[in-house]
């Protein structure tokens, strides 16, 4: 159920010459917080803990990950890791269509977090409308519409060296 799901939906929204890049980004990060709010125990899987380099992340995240692995998708805990993947290479060029290749990796891990925000505090039950009043789709407008006007004001200056960034020079 999980196999190539969410990367066929991004891939038909790329594919759909009727939108806009803003929309194709909009539906893309929509369909990803869906997954997050529809199936959250297959959100969950993922973005599961991964295993990095030769070091231990502790034994607590260690009984998570065999939790996980034990109820992974059809047996094969490696799917969720693929399906991960995959949904990630079809997105990273709905955000390059919006603010061009160079940018596209800093802007997508921005999105990808901030979408992954929204739907952890959606299912917990954070992201309460009284409290906030604003919905999860009217974020990922807000949120694309930043992007977009940033990726804009991007290409009309020159880039902060990593000197100046550090410094927090403007």
């Known amino acids: 159920m999980l196999r190539g799901h969410l990367g066929d ?12 890049a803003s929309e ?21 899987m993922l973005f599961r803990p991964r295993r990095r380099g030769p070091g231990r992340r ?25 399906a991960a993947e995959r949904f990630q290479d079809e997105f990273l060029p709905v955000v390059a269509a919006l603010v061009g290749e160079q940018d596209a990796r800093h802007y997508g891990a921005l999105l990808l977090t901030s979408a992954h ?22 974020l990922v407008d807000t949120l694309v519409r930043m992007v977009a006007d940033a990726g804009d004001a991007t290409e009309q200056r020159p880039r902060l060296s990593d000197r100046e960034v550090g410094h927090g020079l403007t």
Not at 25 to 31: E, F, I
Not at 71 to 79: I, R, T
Request: glycine residues 12%.
């Open 117 to 138: 925000g929204i739907a952890g505090m959606e299912l917990s039950g954070h992201l309460d409308t009284d409290k906030w009043h604003i919905t999860a789709d009217e």
């Open 58 to 82: 502790g034994e607590g995240l260690d009984r998570v990950r065999l939790q996980l692995q034990l109820c992974g998708p059809e047996g094969d805990p490696a799917a969720a890791d693929r």
């Open 24 to 44: 194709k980004l909009c539906g893309t990060l929509r369909a990803l917080i869906g997954v997050g709010r529809d199936q959250p125990h297959l959100y969950q």
């Open 9 to 20: 939906q991004v891939r038909a929204l790329r594919a759909d010459p009727a939108l806009s």
